[in-house]
């Protein structure tokens, strides 16, 4: 043998174990043996954490369970199915055609950090997933997502996935039998407000499209349920917006847009207008419709609002409320501050709005009535003045005020309704 001969054939043994190698490396995927050797070696370069149930990375996949814990955030899934289409690793993108898993837990933790002095405004280091995950077949038995003060649950939710650099995007989104729950703050001694932790998810949650179906809240103690729900939104570090929500109610519907900082002092601001199906069986003048502007830290939001009616009553001039005023929703009692001014065109003849007083037959109010409220949700002054004719006078000031305390807090399930009331009347000759 000569020493090209054995030359030669030396390098075909090299080349020949090479190929061999990159042989048996591809095949390793597509063997149960490899593919758990594979997942258990993924805990090492990410932060994921896999439990391998069956099946392979090239086919369906099944794991008992799946974890993700960074700063802020636990992720967890349950008996996870997993399906790949293969062609889409030649893009370095995971494509899957199912995606399912019995539950899903999703914790966002109080960060526990404080505003830098030199930069308040900083934002945190956002985390960037590791691999581009595009998933079209997403379905879920069940969600839990939890923050400090409040959770989320539903039933079956089904959707689109798509997951590159630092965000994570979710369209066409069905989920039912939806609860969302605020915690009531609990009251501290002195009435000291409550102090709002800093609230930061540290990647983008993006939703171009979502709809509930069958829902129900409890939001400081006030419990309620919903027919449908739709939003579009985004939630990226500390700052949630809403591009649109919807909500169908049996009593009414509602459309709003705004946006949250969830940090230092909390500034929130939001625009809303809600529809009643019907209005108030109490209320004469079938105001329905209530339109509300609010901006401002929680611990003095102002706010302003109209109300008025879709529907006016046919005997009646159509009467607009314009109402304004500032609230500290960091308070248990959340006390508050508000004027109002009430507006028409012509009389508007008193007995209509208080049929069953006998005494007020002939009287009409003469626009604008003006008046303020202050106090918190146990007791509230309130003040009027008007203008009105009847009674023997051609034209009467009446200046009205009143006091209302609840032995319990309206939130209270137990508050006793029968409030006592103070009310004092000074009224005048006017030309």
Same mark, same amino acid.
């Given at each position: 043998?000569?020493?090209?001969?054995?030359?030669?054939?030396?390098?075909?043994?090299?080349?020949?174990?090479?190929?061999?190698?990159?042989?048996?490396?591809?095949?390793?995927?597509?063997?149960?043996?490899?593919?758990?050797?594979?997942?258990?070696?993924?805990?090492?370069?990410?932060?994921?954490?896999?439990?391998?149930?069956?099946?392979?990375?090239?086919?369906?996949? $099944?794991?008992?369970? /799946?974890?993700?814990?960074?700063?802020?955030? +636990?992720?967890?899934?349950?008996?996870?199915?997993?399906?790949?289409?293969?062609?889409?690793?030649? #893009?370095?993108?995971?494509?899957?055609?199912?995606?399912?898993?019995?539950?899903?837990?999703?914790?966002?933790?109080?960060?526990?950090?404080?505003?830098?002095?030199?930069?308040?405004?900083?934002?945190?280091?956002?985390?960037?997933?590791? /691999?581009?995950?595009?998933?079209?077949?997403?379905?879920?038995?069940?969600?839990?997502?939890?923050?400090?003060?409040?959770?989320?649950? $539903?039933?079956?939710?089904?959707?689109?996935?798509?997951?590159?650099?630092?965000?994570?995007?979710? +369209?066409?989104?069905?989920?039912?039998?939806?609860?969302?729950?605020?915690?009531?703050?609990?009251?501290?001694?002195?009435?000291?407000?409550?102090?709002?932790? +800093?609230?930061?998810?540290?990647?983008?949650?993006?939703? +171009?499209?979502?709809?509930?179906?069958?829902?129900?809240?409890?939001?400081?103690?006030?419990?309620?349920?919903?027919?449908?729900?739709?939003?579009?939104?985004?939630?990226?570090?500390?700052?949630?917006?809403?591009?649109?929500?919807?909500?169908?109610?049996?009593?009414?519907?509602?459309?709003?847009?705004?946006?949250?900082?969830?940090?230092?002092?909390?500034?929130?601001?939001?625009?809303?207008?809600?529809?009643?199906?019907?209005?108030?069986?109490?209320?004469?003048?079938?105001?329905?419709?209530?339109?509300?502007?609010?901006?401002?830290?929680?611990?003095?939001?102002?706010?302003?609002?109209?109300?008025?009616?879709?529907?006016?009553?046919? #005997?009646?001039?159509?009467?607009?409320?314009?109402?304004? @005023?500032? /609230? #500290?929703?960091?308070?248990?009692?959340?006390?508050?501050?508000?004027?109002?001014?009430?507006?028409?065109? @012509?009389?508007?003849?008193?007995?209509?709005?208080?049929?069953?007083?006998?005494?007020?037959?002939?009287?009409?109010?003469?626009?604008?009535?003006?008046?303020?409220?202050?106090? $918190?949700?146990?007791?509230?002054?309130?003040?009027?003045?008007?203008?009105?004719?009847?009674?023997?006078? $051609?034209?009467?000031?009446?200046?009205?005020?009143?006091?209302?305390?609840?032995?319990?807090?309206?939130?209270?399930?137990?508050?006793?309704? #029968?409030?006592?009331?103070?009310?004092?009347?000074?009224?005048?000759?006017?030309?």
């Amino acid at each position: 043998m000569t020493a090209r001969t054995l030359l030669r054939g030396v390098v075909a043994s090299i080349v020949g174990m090479f190929f061999l190698s990159l042989f048996l490396l591809l095949l390793v995927p597509l063997t149960e043996a490899g593919t758990r050797w594979l997942l258990s070696r993924l805990s090492d370069y990410s932060p994921l954490v896999v439990e391998y149930g069956s099946g392979t990375v090239l086919g369906e996949l $099944n794991l008992h369970a /799946v974890s993700l814990s960074i700063d802020g955030l +636990d992720v967890s899934l349950e008996d996870l199915v997993v399906a790949l289409n293969p062609g889409c690793l030649w #893009n370095s993108r995971v494509c899957l055609t199912t995606l399912s898993a019995d539950r899903v837990e999703v914790h966002v933790r109080d960060s526990g950090q404080e505003p830098s002095a030199a930069d308040p405004d900083a934002s945190p280091e956002p985390f960037e997933f590791p /691999v581009a995950v595009s998933a079209t077949g997403v379905s879920l038995d069940s969600l839990l997502v939890t923050w400090p003060g409040g959770s989320w649950r $539903n039933q079956h939710l089904s959707g689109t996935v798509n997951i590159f650099n630092e965000q994570l995007q979710v +369209d066409q989104v069905q989920l039912e039998d939806g609860h969302l729950e605020i915690e009531a703050a609990a009251a501290e001694a002195g009435g000291n407000p409550l102090v709002l932790p +800093d609230i930061e998810l540290p990647f983008a949650l993006v939703v +171009d499209a979502l709809k509930l179906t069958r829902g129900s809240y409890a939001l400081y103690g006030q419990a309620g349920e919903l027919e449908s729900l739709a939003l579009a939104g985004e939630w990226s570090a500390h700052t949630v917006a809403l591009e649109s929500l919807s909500l169908a109610m049996q009593q009414a519907d509602l459309e709003l847009v705004g946006s949250l900082r969830m940090s230092e002092s909390w500034w929130l601001q939001s625009s809303a207008a809600a529809t009643m199906a019907e209005p108030l069986p109490s209320d004469p003048l079938a105001l329905n419709r209530l339109t509300v502007n609010l901006e401002g830290a929680l611990a003095q939001l102002g706010w302003e609002a109209v109300l008025d009616s879709t529907s006016p009553v046919s #005997n009646l001039p159509p009467v607009v409320i314009q109402l304004n @005023g500032e /609230v #500290n929703v960091t308070q248990d009692q959340l006390p508050f501050s508000a004027q109002w001014q009430a507006q028409w065109q @012509g009389d508007l003849p008193v007995g209509a709005l208080l049929p069953d007083v006998a005494l007020m037959e002939g009287m009409s109010l003469r626009s604008p009535v003006r008046g303020g409220v202050a106090g $918190n949700l146990q007791q509230q002054r309130l003040l009027a003045d008007l203008r009105a004719s009847g009674l023997g006078y $051609n034209a009467l000031t009446v200046s009205l005020q009143a006091s209302l305390v609840e032995s319990q807090p309206l939130h209270d399930k137990n508050s006793n309704p #029968n409030a006592a009331a103070a009310v004092k009347v000074t009224s005048v000759p006017y030309r």
